[in-house]
């Protein structure tokens, strides 16, 4: 999509929704979303952002899911740069920074995406890096803004000219947030079963990187003893029970307790890949009870764990908590539906709906559309690589443990 026809689509939605934010608002709030790392899908903060809305054309959301493509491309690749209608001109330095003019609704709309940043749990490096963007922001928000925030450098230098230096390298603070705020298993200075020590040299480091990573890229079901000693190792060191009835609910927000929930994750998807299933949603369900907000889409694996084993209140019961249309909670609803009773209008309406999602979706699953399988590190609605991390949370298998329903997914309803 050009990007007039993005501009033009992501607009003509916003006419039509509550707050109806416009353009440059929404690419930095979809810009700021992806510099703080935060993996919600789009339909979850659609209302965020734009208020009650009665409906989305595919051309609008493709439009959204193609900026938001492009904002984690360019922050990935660092070579990402605000629109050129946000400019602070030299000639009109007032007018650049009116009431709804490009600089002033970009900065707003990254600024209610940071808004969105939890303090409690950044290091004073990350803390510093969003309380100093937010600052910078606020200063591009009015003329008043502007004089208060850049009037701070040197007693001699005009306001303005301060203004247009941190302009120079606004794009470069948001690249240089999201690297700051990033955080990879490997790079994690809790890991295994070593003790935590401040002053711990570089060689140390790298057997801690070295061991949760290789911890990650096991895969057969006899590693499961290696996994289980890092779980009793942490267990030990300080995920007691009393801390875990202190904390549960909230583990995602702690960043020491994350190694631990990506091992026991990860014993969960070689569980289910090796037919124990019940013990992989064993599995999910502690992770659940641990983060019930499921930052780490561990209720991906678990529906399709719950339909192979054709527990059906317990699905429906995860249906109700999450409330989500994905093609992965969908599916989960369908199958059971099927499952339980066979075609129906409502069910063939329900498939139409999936379809509409993501076209590539029946194809891939079932075999008209050939493609490898291959590592996923994120996708975009709609795209293929939503589908294989469908199939790689084990949505395939879910659709062959159920008869007759790949063979009623592919009929033309």
């Not at 803390?127 to 502007?146: P, R, Y």
């Not at 303005?160 to 690249?175: F, N, S, T």
């Not at 029970?241 to 995602?252: K, L, S």
Request: proline content about 3%.
């Amino acid at each position: 999509m050009t990007p007039s026809a993005l501009r033009k689509a992501v607009n003509a939605f916003s006419q039509d929704t509550q707050h109806q934010p416009d353009y440059y608002f929404v690419e930095g709030y979809v810009i700021g979303k992806v510099a703080i790392n935060d993996i919600a899908e789009i339909h979850e903060w659609l209302p965020e952002l734009f208020g009650d809305y009665t409906a989305i054309y595919r051309a609008q959301l493709e439009a959204l899911m193609d900026l938001h493509e492009q904002c984690v491309s360019s922050l990935d690749g660092k070579t990402y740069k605000l629109p050129k209608e946000c400019a602070l001109s030299k000639q009109d330095f007032a007018a650049s920074l009116a009431k709804g003019a490009p600089l002033p609704s970009f900065c707003l709309g990254l600024l209610k995406a940071l808004d969105k940043v939890s303090f409690e749990n950044l290091s004073l490096e990350q803390k510093g890096a969003v309380s100093e963007l937010q600052q910078q922001l606020t200063g591009f928000t009015s003329l008043d803004a502007a004089k208060a925030a850049f009037s701070n450098a040197e007693p001699t230098m005009p306001f303005e000219r301060e203004a247009h230096d941190v302009k120079r390298y606004l794009a470069g603070a948001i690249m240089e947030l999201g690297d700051t705020l990033i955080w990879d298993p490997e790079l994690d200075n809790e890991l295994g079963a070593f003790e935590f020590e401040e002053d711990f040299d570089e060689e140390q480091e790298e057997i801690r990187n070295s061991l949760i990573e290789n911890l990650l890229k096991l895969t057969h079901i006899d590693s499961i003893p290696l996994l289980d000693q890092f779980i009793l190792n942490k267990e030990q060191d300080f995920i007691t029970p009393d801390y875990i009835e202190e904390n549960q609910g909230n583990f995602w927000l702690i960043h020491e307790t994350r190694p631990y929930m990506f091992i026991r994750y990860h014993k969960a998807w070689i569980y289910f890949w090796a037919d124990r299933v019940q013990e992989a949603v064993d599995e999910l369900d502690v992770l659940l009870r641990l983060n019930p907000n499921d930052n780490q889409a561990c209720r991906y694996l678990y529906v399709n764990g719950l339909v192979i084993l054709k527990q059906w209140d317990k699905l429906q019961a995860c249906l109700d908590e999450y409330e989500e249309e994905s093609i992965f909670m969908l599916s989960a609803e369908a199958l059971m539906h099927f499952a339980q009773g066979g075609e129906s209008k409502a069910l063939n309406e329900l498939k139409a709906t999936i379809k509409g999602y993501n076209k590539h979706f029946i194809k891939m699953l079932t075999g008209q559309e050939k493609t490898k399988q291959k590592e996923i590190y994120g996708y975009t609605l709609g795209s293929k690589e939503e589908v294989l991390s469908y199939i790689d949370c084990g949505g395939k298998k879910a659709w062959l443990s159920v008869e007759g329903s790949l063979f009623w997914l592919r009929k033309k309803s």
